[in-house]
Every structure is written in structure tokens, then in C-alpha cells.
């Protein structure tokens, strides 16, 4: 049974959103990076249980049929950017003007409530690797989402001896999210107990941006093929028996990415064959 939590709306406020759902969770904070970029959290099924870096579907009631006047719910996959330990859901959008969606969602409000179908799946999970010295997240967008989950999941670091965050946006400002959330680590008592002192040190963080002046300019497949990341990063290039590697991002990023880990030997994994590396698209609208 799913959890329906209680909607408080001041008098100025009172008509309700939409209607409340069996599988309806409340909105507890929303942030704005970007004119293009937002965040939100909102409460968790106590039943639910995911494995970190996993997606599940959420929305919004659409719009009323012309003809028929019936309201159908409209949903779309969303990477969980919380760690599985959380008590709440994290997510992490982007703002698509005409997307039948997040030109909605974008405008959701502490207390609104959001659909949630509670059953989590995905490939960007622990359980799909073999194991390695280091792994890779690679990252474009709001593909950042789900490495936002496994940054925070205490296996990350159990599992690696070094953990390489690359993020590629298109400009500065989409970078900060993933930036302050791993700025965050050093100073987040509760991991540093739980995973060990200073764990956060194991995390090396590559930020780039491609339209925007930036400390790094550049996409991540260029400045592996030239070798410049491998040197700033102070590492040997990607090879099967030491690396793994999770990818999320735009289609033709994917694609590319997944081309280079083949070509340096690295094999697919899936939940049910583990391998060396994963590959899951970012939501889009
Ligand atoms: P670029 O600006 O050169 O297209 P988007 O917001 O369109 O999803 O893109 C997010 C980031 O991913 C942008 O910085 C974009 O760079 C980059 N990107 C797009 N396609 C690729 C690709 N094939 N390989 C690497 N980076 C890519």
C-alpha cells in the first residue's frame, strides 16, 4: 500500500493542484539552478526500497481531454538522484518549454503533490559492475542525476579506491547542482561517519562546459581522445582490468562514450550478466 501524505494550502491557496492520487507523494523543497534547470524533493513511500543510481516514473495529471473531459496521468522516467538510504526523493530536471511535462513540473510548489510510481529500475547500479580499482561516472546534463544518488551511497566507496566524476554542460551555471553537491561531502557528518573520515578524497570531479567560459572548456570525449583529461586527472588511460564505468547523457553522448569504452575493452554489463560498464539515457522531455 502507498503512502498518501497530507497536503497543508493556506486559504490563499486553497483550490487544490490536482487530485490526490493513491500513488500521490507531497513536494518538500524545490531549488532553481538555471533558467533551464531545477530540483525538487519530495516525500518517500516507507515501503519503497531502490538500489541507488536507479529510475522510476513520476508526473502530473495531464490536461482535461477536449472531447472526453478525462484526466490522465502523464509520466515520465526520472533518474532518483537520492542515495537509497534517504528518507526522502531527490530528483533533478530540466526545463523544456513545450514539453508536455516539465513546462508543467517546473512550476510544482512546496506541499504540491507529484505522482510516483514506486517501482524503480536501471541499469547505473553497483550490481551491474564486476569488480575494479576505479570507476568512472560520466555525465552530461542532467544525466548528473543519477551519479547525484550513487556520490552519496556508502558501496561507492566500499567497491573503489577512486571515484572520477565528469560533468559536461553547456554552460557554467548548469554546472553548479553536481558542484555543490560534492563540495557538500567534505562537510556531511553523516557520511563522513558511516563511510569513513575523509571518503570524499577518493572523488575526482572534472567539470567542463562546451558554450561557456568556464575552468575547462571542452566535451569529455574530445579531451579523453586528446589524453588531456587523463593527464589532469593524473591517471592511466581506460583500460578492462582496472576501470569501470557508468554513462549518462544525451543520446549522441552516450553513443560516443560507449564506442571509447568498447574500443579500450571494456564489455556492457546488465543486472543479470555484470560487466564493466553501463549506459543509461538522460530523461528529456
Ligand atoms: P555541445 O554544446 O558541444 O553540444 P545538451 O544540453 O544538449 O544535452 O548537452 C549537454 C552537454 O553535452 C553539452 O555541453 C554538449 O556539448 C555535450 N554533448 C552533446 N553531445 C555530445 C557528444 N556526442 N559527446 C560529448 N558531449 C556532448
Not at 180 to 193: M, R, V
Not at 236 to 259: H, S, T, V, W, Y
Request: one cysteine or more; hydrophobic letters at 35%.
Amino acid at each position: 500500500m502507498n503512502e498518501i501524505a497530507p497536503v497543508t494550502q493556506s486559504d490563499s491557496d486553497a483550490a487544490p493542484k490536482m487530485p490526490t492520487l493513491p500513488d500521490a507523494q507531497t513536494v518538500t523543497e524545490v531549488k532553481h539552478w538555471t533558467d533551464r534547470l531545477f530540483s525538487f524533493r519530495m516525500t518517500r513511500p516507507t515501503t519503497m526500497r531502490f538500489r541507488s543510481g536507479e529510475f522510476v516514473m513520476i508526473g502530473l495529471m495531464g490536461d482535461p481531454d477536449p472531447k472526453t473531459g478525462k484526466v490522465k496521468p502523464l509520466l515520465r522516467a526520472y533518474s532518483i538522484a537520492s542515495p537509497s538510504w534517504d528518507e526522502e526523493l531527490e530528483f533533478y530536471s530540466i526545463k523544456v518549454p513545450d514539453g508536455p511535462l516539465t513546462s508543467k513540473l517546473q512550476h510544482i510548489k512546496v506541499g504540491d503533490e507529484i505522482i510516483l510510481r514506486p517501482k524503480p529500475v536501471g541499469t547505473l547500479v553497483h550490481d551491474a559492475l564486476i569488480p575494479g580499482k576505479r570507476i568512472w561516472f560520466f555525465a552530461t546534463g542532467t544525466g548528473f542525476a543519477p551519479f547525484a544518488s550513487l556520490l552519496r551511497e556508502p558501496q561507492t566507496y566500499e567497491d573503489y579506491d577512486e571515484v572520477i566524476i565528469t560533468h559536461t554542460c553547456r554552460t557554467a551555471g548548469e554546472l553548479t547542482y553536481g558542484r555543490e553537491l560534492i563540495e557538500a561531502l567534505e562537510h556531511d557528518e553523516l557520511l563522513n561517519e558511516v563511510i569513513g573520515d575523509g571518503f570524499w578524497k577518493k572523488i575526482k570531479y572534472y567539470p567542463t562546459t562546451t558554450r561557456e567560459q568556464s575552468a575547462k572548456m571542452g566535451r569529455i570525449t574530445d579531451l579523453i581522445n586528446s589524453g588531456e583529461a587523463y593527464k589532469e586527472l593524473g591517471v592511466e588511460p581506460l583500460c578492462p582490468q582496472n576501470d569501470r564505468a557508468m554513462i549518462c547523457g544525451n543520446l549522441a553522448f552516450n553513443l560516443e562514450l560507449k564506442a571509447m569504452l568498447e574500443a579500450a575493452g571494456l564489455e556492457e554489463g546488465a543486472n543479470s550478466k555484470p560487466a564493466q560498464y553501463v549506459v543509461e539515457k538522460a530523461f528529456l522531455d
